[in-house]
């Protein structure tokens, strides 16, 4: 891949419980706790860099310990954290999750005013850099006002041409809508998109319409694809993923029963892999392979990020763990 890609949205400092049993509410449960760098669009740069792209970071910290780490482990993955801004008076984001025995999500809470708090001023001022990516990736913790900013500076970028996704002079953007209560700021926003990567809940939070079979499913992601997104990729768990896209949908799991250690950073470490793939030129069928390892690995560490993740090792595993 030629170029850099510029990430912008939430980084924060994440706390992660597992309990050793199945939790119980309005008790004490016994478990294990775990710290790390954390917050959707970092994550998913994070993922990014260790894979070998150049990646550059648009959010912000606080000035305290926590901010300190997050970008001490943005820095040893290799991300451009130059343009980050550091407040004195919002502390560092954070999220913590409570794991159940199986390694699955049982509940999770953030604390994301640090991210409201940035101005659109800063992705104008961030304008050029923008415009010159090969790619941007965006989350919906931003603002409707920061997500303005960041679409006029894609937008009409000098010497772009018409690319795979159809766009002409505009820089491919891809959007993780983060949660259900959060997606719908992308929805003023979805004919810009290149990639939209919803769970069931966010594609109904998005579309309106009800996803509790298949074929609504179907229905609600091609409503997406009338608004104007080119392509859909729906996150169905762990029977995989299903993708649309200019009439053609492709829906996909990967042979893997290796145990699932923390599922939290699947999410994350998917939608790198497509990003990645996407940007590589790869064909829809080799991109959701791709994209699947990549969140097949990110389950086998105990951490949000598998520090192990390579693009070699990605191929590794689509070797020995194909598509179903």
């Given amino acids: 891949m030629d170029g850099y890609i510029v ?59 926590f901010g300190d780490a997050v970008l001490a482990a943005c820095k040893e993955a290799g991300m451009d954290v130059s343009r980050v801004l550091r407040s004195d ?14 390694g ?40 409707e006002a920061q997500l303005s900013a960041i679409f006029q500076a894609t937008e009409g970028c000098p010497g772009s041409e018409a690319g795979t996704d159809g766009s002409t002079g505009r820089v491919p ?44 499913i179907a229905d609600a992601a091609e409503e997406l694809l009338r608004w104007g997104v080119k392509q859909v990729v729906v996150s169905l768990g762990e029977r995989g993923c299903w ?19 923390n599922a939290s950073g699947a999410g994350d470490a998917f939608m790198a892999g497509l990003v990645h793939s996407f940007l590589n030129g790869a064909d829809k069928e080799t991109m959701l ?13 105990e951490d949000t990020i598998n520090y192990c993740l390579t693009e070699e090792y990605v191929f590794r595993f689509m070797d020995k763990y194909p598509v179903k």
Avoid at 23 to 52: F, K
Avoid at 243 to 261: E, K, Y
């Fill in 173 to 216: 953007v891809f959007a993780d809508p983060v949660s259900a209560a959060k997606c719908g700021v992308l929805k003023p926003f979805l004919s810009k998109l290149t990639l939209i990567k919803p769970n069931r809940m966010e594609l109904e939070a998005l579309s309106g319409l009800s996803c509790g079979t298949d074929e609504e």
């Fill in 7 to 65: 990430g912008a949205g939430g980084a924060n400092f994440d706390i992660h419980i597992r309990t050793d049993k199945a939790p119980v509410l309005r008790d004490s449960n016994p478990g294990h706790l775990r710290t790390s760098a954390g917050g959707v669009c970092r994550n998913i740069m994070e993922n990014l860099a260790r894979q070998g792209d150049e990646c550059v970071l648009l959010s912000a910290v606080g000035s305290d310990h």
């Fill in 289 to 301: 392979h791709y994209a699947l390892a990549c969140g097949r690995i990110a389950t086998l560490s």
């Fill in 243 to 261: 993708s649309f896209g200019r009439g053609a949908s492709l829906i996909r799991g990967i042979d893997c029963s290796l145990p699932v250690v």
């Fill in 89 to 102: 008076k919002t502390p560092t984001s954070a999220y913590i999750d409570i794991l159940d025995d199986d």
């Fill in 104 to 143: 699955d999500m049982y509940l999770a809470a953030n604390d994301m005013r640090l991210v409201a708090e940035i101005p659109a001023e800063y992705f104008k001022n961030n304008a050029e850099l923008i415009g010159g990516a090969a790619a941007v990736v965006i989350d919906a913790n931003l603002s």
